[in-house]
């Protein structure tokens, strides 16, 4: 499910279940989630790259776990107890808190497609590499609920507003090179070569005094940190609220019996502005 290898004091970690395009599901955020923890206080480790293995990077949350969520407990109400609602992002924020606050250099080898946290999570990384051919998508808005993972905050930061808008609000793929212009990724590599270059680029930041590369991380995640845990409790209460409603059942509805959503069919006013 997870790979492990260590490149001198870089450690590769590879999600591995190529059968799924690597989807989260519980278990696999859990399993990266403790890696990078591990990695985090492990002092022979310098810095971390993550990719994928198979033709994906990673196809985002497991939407068969997500539909058995969904289904199960309808639209979340004031009435709802906070222990009913854990199960719903179970796995979820612990593979969040490991990657905004991770203390070390954190890249990625983007080696396929990147969908939802896929995508989502390469704003947390210091460097991102990707390959020829992979491409990138948010689906949220086309599965009815909201943005994850602080891209609210972090993808305007990165893209400027109107890219980020237009990356959000179309749930359009965006190609390698795109991701390159849209400051997500540092350079587009030969596939084959993908790996092999993330790690020279990793072995060369991997060279300097790991005191000096984490007192770095630090001073560049000051300011961030705050901003991205504040946007990550409005954007949880935005998905929590959309969540089971009628536009996002429509959306796992359609994606179950292979068609294109309705939006017009459902009932699709927008909850209260809080």
Not at 87 to 114: E, I, R, T
Not at 199 to 224: H, W, Y
Not at 236 to 243: G, H, S, V, Y
Request: hydrophobic content about 50%; charged content about 20%.
């Amino acid at each position: 499910m997870l790979g492990l290898d260590d490149h001198d004091r870089v450690r590769l970690l590879t999600l591995d279940r190529p059968e799924a395009l690597n989807a989260f599901d519980n278990a696999l955020y859990d399993a990266t989630a403790a890696a990078l923890n591990e990695a985090a206080a492990d002092d022979e480790v310098a810095v971390v790259v993550i990719t994928g293995s198979g033709r994906a990077f990673s196809a985002g949350q497991d939407l068969v776990e997500m539909a058995e969520l969904a289904a199960g407990m309808g639209i979340p109400g004031p009435e709802a107890e906070p222990e009913s609602l854990k199960g719903v992002v179970s796995g979820f924020p612990g593979l969040l808190d490991a990657l905004q606050s991770f203390p070390k250099p954190l890249m990625a080898a983007v080696n396929g497609l990147g969908l939802g946290i896929g995508f989502t999570m390469l704003a947390h990384c210091d460097l991102v590499l990707i390959a020829e051919g992979a491409r990138l998508k948010t689906p949220f808005t086309s599965l009815g609920v909201a943005p994850e993972a602080a891209s609210s905050l972090l993808f305007p930061v990165r893209m400027g507003w109107q890219q980020a808008a237009r990356v959000l609000f179309t749930s359009d793929w965006i190609s390698a090179a795109e991701a390159v212009e849209l400051g997500i990724a540092l350079r587009v590599c030969p596939p084959d070569a993908l790996v092999d270059e993330t790690l020279e680029l990793a072995g060369r930041i991997a060279r300097m005094p790991i005191s000096s590369l984490v007192v770095t991380k630090r001073l560049m995640l000051d300011a961030q940190l705050p901003l991205v845990r504040q946007a990550r409790q409005r954007e949880n209460a935005a998905f929590l609220t959309l969540m089971g409603g009628p536009a996002n059942l429509e959306a796992l509805t359609a994606f179950a019996e292979k068609r294109e959503p309705d939006f017009t069919a459902v009932d699709d006013r927008p909850p209260p502005a809080s």
